[in-house]
């Protein structure tokens, strides 16, 4: 069985200070690892994903993030938040074989002017 | 639109109603999913089909839900005799036949709230 742990249910950074949203993950397999975003009222957009190959990940809207393998971690960064980054964000794992995403509880990140 | 597709985006109705839930997945994507979400948490799966057959199913699916993809396009999910803990965001999603790298492309959901 698979999970994800998303160590911060809420985070709080001011417009242009760097963000770090932290994942860990549990599988006996291999796995293929993302991030969602999830704005008010509506329904979960791709930020980026891990498949194979480089451990750093980029995504759109100016976050990046990093495999690491030994940690079980896939930790989101950005280095200058937005206003417009105000969000719940939802890290999410799919084994090589199954079918279907299982997600962390999520974080909602609060950009405050 | 080419996005995935649900409706009714809210319905409120009594403890005990039935209701259902339609959900159009994005065109030639031959898998579809179904997830809940509750206030506060990740969404949490709950079926899931390719094409018409329905190849996997949550323990949270109780015998009141059931979910149906009878042409292998749309799918329904309906919920009988619902009760106050089945408010929620239902959310659907889709994925491409060639896809193998689990990537679901997701509607805006479906909010239920149980009087």
């Given amino acids: ?113 | 639109d080419t996005g995935v597709s649900q409706n009714p985006r809210h319905k409120i109705t009594k403890r005990g109603q039935n209701v259902t839930f339609r959900c159009d997945p994005i065109s030639e994507h031959n898998r579809l999913y179904w997830y809940r979400q509750t206030l506060g948490q990740g969404p949490e799966f709950l079926t899931y089909f390719q094409n018409e057959a329905q190849l996997e199913k949550s323990r949270l699916l109780s015998d009141r839900f059931s979910a149906e993809r009878p042409k292998g396009s749309f799918s329904t999910l309906e919920i009988q005799r619902t009760e106050q803990g089945d408010s929620a965001m239902y959310l659907c999603a889709s994925r491409a036949r060639d896809s193998n790298t689990g990537e679901l492309f997701f509607g805006e959901g479906s909010r239920l709230t149980v009087l």
């Fill in chain 1, 1 to 113: 069985a698979q999970s994800v742990t998303q160590l911060d249910s809420q985070v709080p950074v001011f417009e242009e200070a760097p963000v770090e949203l932290r994942c860990n993950y549990s599988s006996s397999v291999s796995v293929y690892l993302f991030w969602y975003v999830q704005y008010p009222n509506q329904g979960l957009q791709l930020l980026l994903k891990y498949l194979s190959g480089s451990t750093l990940v980029k995504g759109i809207n100016g976050f990046e993030a990093e495999f690491n393998k030994s940690q079980t971690s896939f930790h989101l960064r950005k280095p200058s938040v937005h206003i417009s980054d105000t969000a719940e964000y939802f890290c999410a794992v799919s084994d090589t074989g199954r079918r279907a995403l299982t997600f962390g509880s999520g974080t909602r990140l609060q950009v405050q002017p």
